[in-house]
């Protein structure tokens, strides 16, 4: 049977997410723009879920917005925030490990814009508070970090950057598409302006996510409807809405369980690993569920192909460069871009789905193939 290990690219549906999507599909197909029955029934379902996912995330409802998943919410934040204060500067600082969908979000304001810059690189493994600290300016409108890094699981000082930055006008958008179904987070107990999260990342349906935002005040890119309060035109996605609520639910309840079952999933297979040649590319925070680990004089696409053949998946990395084996800008950010650990480091992410067997054949796979 095949092994599933590449939950940090996209995870299976729950099948809580697939119950409450199927009955909306088959119960509430109306508009929730539309006025007659139909539409108000859409609409009532529409409120709930965005009172929901307000209760879950600490906030009201009127600071969530839907979208279309990670890359929306982060184009949005970002764009749309810093287009609306130009006036005011256009310095922003931002990391050397955030996902492509920040970087190059930044980068088209750099080209098209104008705007600086500041790139903070991780030193011995870490982002600090104090880096972002040394770098603001007084022109400064916005900061972005992610929440856990989607190839080391590493974990960023959000409490520590959103305290530094009550002192500052800055904004602080935070990309928490790994974080958001993992850990309880409250983006406004955090000091966080804009949160951004993808449901297919805890186990709800793709094509769907969600921004918080603390203020109005930033500019919409999607134009041709009232919804979302003006900020995103289009008829909103509703099954899909409620399968990623009821998905956010259900892996929230459970997150203290869920995080112990995965922690145990990683302690065997590192501890079935022992005595093989490897190691850990990590920081000393991080989260349980991403694990990148590297074997020495192991080509990584070689590694990945031969366990593909025996049914286990994994990846080198970011799924957004899925059918080409790059180089990660992450590790290179870590340790450099002559570093072998580029060459040879693998992420394997795992889900409470995942179980005790599936990593006792996955180290025993990786043992017969490197030999260890």
Known sequence: SLIY????????????????????????????SSIHGHGRQANKLLRQARQDLAQLL???PQHIFFTSGGTEGNNTAIIGYCLRHQERGKHIITTAIEHHAVL????????????EVTIIQPVDQEITAKQIQDALRKDTILVSTMFANNETGNLLPIAEI?????EHPAAYHVDAVQAIGKLLIHPEELGIDFLTASAHKFHGPKGIGFLYASTL????????????????AGTENLPAIVGMVAALKEDLEKHTENIGLVQELLDSFLSEMDGT????????????????????????????LRLDLVG?????????????????????????????????????SLSPQNTLEEMQILAQSLKEIIGG
């Open 58 to 60: 600490g906030t009201k």
């Open 217 to 232: 005040d930033f500019d919409s890119y999607l134009h041709g409807g009232d919804q979302e309060q003006k900020k995103r």
């Open 277 to 304: 040649n490897h190691y850990l590319n990590k920081g000393n925070n991080h989260l349980p569920y991403v694990l990148n680990i590297g074997f020495p004089g192991q080509k990584h696409d070689l590694l990945l």
């Open 104 to 115: 190059e979000t930044i980068d088209y304001l750099v080209e098209k814009f104008g705007f």
């Open 5 to 32: 290990l590449d939950n940090a690219a996209t995870t299976p549906m729950s099948a809580v997410a697939i119950k409450a999507m199927t009955e909306v599909m088959k119960e509430t197909y109306g508009n929730p």
């Open 312 to 348: 286990i998946s994994i990846s080198t990395g970011s799924a957004c460069t899925a059918g080409i084996v790059q180089t990660s800008h992450v590790l290179e950010a870590m340790y450099g871009k002559n570093s072998d650990r580029l060459k040879e480091s693998v992420r394997i």
């Open 162 to 166: 959103g305290q530094i930055l009550k």
